[in-house]
């Protein structure tokens, strides 16, 4: 654990955004050599491909992800990053592992630590992945379009873990058995008007109010389309339009995060987007060439599945390890995570199970029940997990789960 929490550190202190991971990936490499693994470096752009084969067996892939968030970290902590850097924004922002990324890779190279340590006891392929631009939603497509499952061994078992802020002590395991995390697309609503003077709306027509309409409308899709059992997200998180009091503008540009779990639902709430968006500018009695213009983002993040019985195999396992008070099911959240990549490129053959790892400190636990004080949730500038915790349980479950699904002399 020093050594560990000595890297973590540095880890922390040095942050990169998305696909610009190459000091992480180099240090994290050179790690991976030292310990015997054939290293592939560069997969996906910044991604690093680790393989240790050890018999025959089956093949295991262990993965985290590396990238920090354009985030000024304010925790205070001595190891703070205090790097900079210039994203496609090209606003120059502080960079902060806000999302506890740095745990996971932690976690992810003391599993490498243990299963070297232990080779004896278990007997297959590993396959162990460190995967860029998880915050774009990205990298694991990247990974996976270099070859990941083609120029490496395919693995049958995919896991992976993520530090949480819930309300639990830190080292505690969450697990979600089926739909862990939602669909996440991205939809742009371009709202085309006539502009003209504000004190004569009668000859304009008004992209303010018909996108207002359009934001009011939308919120229908969810509440009577879609089933009041299948959960379901449309927010307008931007409305754009206009540059002065008293002029009626052409355009206005609306920016909507939509989430959902099945591939039938994230199409019926799509659907609903162009039907209302359309609709409504109908109403508005603009011509067809004047129809708002809907884009959805490609590639989405697709929700990412648990396979049931893996995940509850996996959990009675951590049970059995870590104590029955330590592992918890947890109910699925409407964030995304690509982690869904991995399964999602091969179902058939690939059963996946992402775990949560509470990262909450005693002193956040005490001040939420004593104060009311909320935990700070991923993200947020304030976010400094109790890491010691998160890598240790970590390297644990990843290590102690590779070798129940890869036992030497099959068990
Ligand atoms: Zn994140
Ligand atoms: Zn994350």
Not at 18 to 44: I, P, Q
Not at 178 to 199: P, R
């Amino acid at each position: 654990m020093p050594d560990l929490m000595e890297l973590y550190r540095d880890l922390h202190a040095h942050p990169e955004l998305s696909f610009e991971e190459h000091k992480t990936a180099a240090k994290l490499a050179k790690r991976m050599k030292a310990l015997g693994f054939e290293v592939t470096e560069g997969v996906g752009q910044t991604g690093v491909v680790s393989v240790m084969r050890n018999g025959d067996g089956p093949v295991v892939m262990l993965r985290a992800d590396m990238d920090g968030l354009p985030v000024v970290e304010q925790t205070g902590l001595p190891y703070a990053s205090k790097e900079t850097a210039t994203p496609a924004s090209g606003v120059t922002t502080g960079v902060m592992h806000a999302c506890g990324h740095d745990t996971h890779m932690t976690g992810f190279i003391g599993a490498a630590q243990l299963l070297v340590d232990h080779k004896d006891e278990w007997q297959g392929t590993l396959v162990m992945i460190l995967q860029p631009a998880e915050e774009l939603g990205l990298g694991a497509l990247a990974m996976i379009e270099d070859g990941l499952y083609t120029r490496f061994p395919k693995p049958e078992y995919v896991l992976g873990f993520h530090d949480a802020a819930a309300p639990a002590p830190a080292g505690t395991i969450g697990y979600t058995p089926g739909y862990a995390l939602a669909n996440v697309d991205s939809v742009d609503i371009t709202v085309k008007g006539i502009g003209g003077h504000g004190a004569y709306p009668h000859t304009t027509v008004d992209p303010v109010v018909l996108g207002s309409a359009i934001v009011m409308k939308l919120q229908t899709v969810v509440s009577r389309s879609s089933s009041p059992l299948d959960p379901a997200v449309i927010t307008v998180g931007s409305f754009h339009a206009g540059a002065k009091h008293n002029i009626i503008s052409d355009e206005a540009k609306l920016q909507i995060t939509v989430r959902s779990y099945s591939d039938e639902s994230r199409q019926l709430l799509l659907d609903g987007i162009r039907r209302v968006a359309r609709g409504e500018a109908m109403s508005a009695g603009l011509s067809e060439e004047m129809m708002p213009v809907v884009t959805v983002e490609e590639p989405y993040t697709p929700s990412t599945f648990n396979d049931p019985e893996f995940s509850e195999e996996r959990a009675a396992s951590f049970a059995a390890r870590f104590g029955d008070e330590r592992v918890m099911q947890w109910p699925a959240v409407m964030g995304g995570e690509d982690f869904s990549q991995f399964r999602r490129a091969s179902p058939e053959d690939v059963k996946s199970m992402i775990f949560w790892i509470s990262g909450t400190t005693d002193e956040m636990l005490t001040a939420l029940k004593d104060e009311g004080k909320p935990l700070p949730s991923l993200h947020s500038p304030f976010w400094a997990p109790d890491a010691e915790k998160v890598v240790a349980t970590g390297a644990e479950a990843l290590a102690s789960a590779a070798i129940d699904l890869m036992p030497a002399n099959g068990g």
